[in-house]
């Protein structure tokens, strides 16, 4: 398996201008996660999807950041409009959740580095 | 999600075993422990998990205590390749496990 594969592996982009950030999860996972890496802030948990389906988005910072998964196979992530204070890596990783009382393996992307001008 | 508390960074020297140690005193039954590392500039990689037995795979040994309250990542014999920071999470099961990342152990494997 090609592994979680996210595009741009790098953006670089002035402020004001609209990012997007690409995932495509492992073949058979049913769970993508977003997060966002910064020194200051370390690794956070920005949304999760299942089944498509958004579980729990409090980790988004705020309106100018949006998420969709239209499909098992792919999902983005928005900003618009961007800002330089958003310049971070940002990881897409899937797992497959099975029923509660199981644990589920998360598997992370190589990552997309944003720098926002 | 329980909070976990770990050593900001450690040193081990090559061909020895590393022993990450972490606490989780607040820990609920229903939570696993899991490791996971991250190597500089990649995404995070899973190592192990366990609820309260001992595990082992091919990268490392998880050993927790009896009261669930502590545990202990070993890398039998580090690397150089080893070099990454570990993170400790405690974390619920059910339909889409969350995982709650904090600062880790920067593990420094030296020659």
């Not at chain 1, 595009?7 to 950030?21: A, D």
Request: with cysteine; charged share 20%.
């Amino acid at each position: 398996d090609a592994g979680v594969i996210q595009s741009p592996r790098h953006e670089v982009t002035e402020m004001g201008q609209e990012v997007t950030l690409r995932c495509k999860p492992i073949s058979g996972h049913n769970s993508l996660f977003w997060y966002r890496q910064t020194m200051m802030r370390g690794l956070e948990l920005l949304i999760y999807f299942n089944n498509n389906v958004p579980i729990d988005d409090s980790g988004m910072p705020e309106d100018r950041f949006s998420a969709k998964m239209p499909n098992a196979s792919f999902s983005t992530l928005k900003i618009q409009p961007s800002e330089p204070r958003d310049s971070a890596v940002y990881f897409c990783a899937s797992s497959l959740s099975r029923l509660a009382g199981t644990t589920d393996t998360q598997y992370f992307g190589p990552g997309t580095r944003l720098t926002v001008l | 999600d329980a909070k976990t508390t770990q050593p900001t960074s450690m040193d081990c020297a090559e061909g020895r075993a590393a022993n990450l140690p972490c606490n989780h005193s607040t820990i609920s039954g229903n939570e696993y422990v899991y490791w996971y590392r991250q190597i500089h500039s990649q995404g995070p990689q899973y190592i192990i998990h366990g609820l309260k037995n001992n595990e082992t795979n091919e990268m490392a040994s998880l050993i927790i205590t009896e009261d669930r309250k502590s545990s202990t990542l070993i890398l039998p014999h580090a690397t150089l390749r080893d070099t990454a920071v570990y993170y400790c999470i405690a974390a619920t099961t059910g339909t889409a496990s969350k995982l709650t990342f904090g600062t880790g152990t920067r593990l420094q494997v030296t020659l």
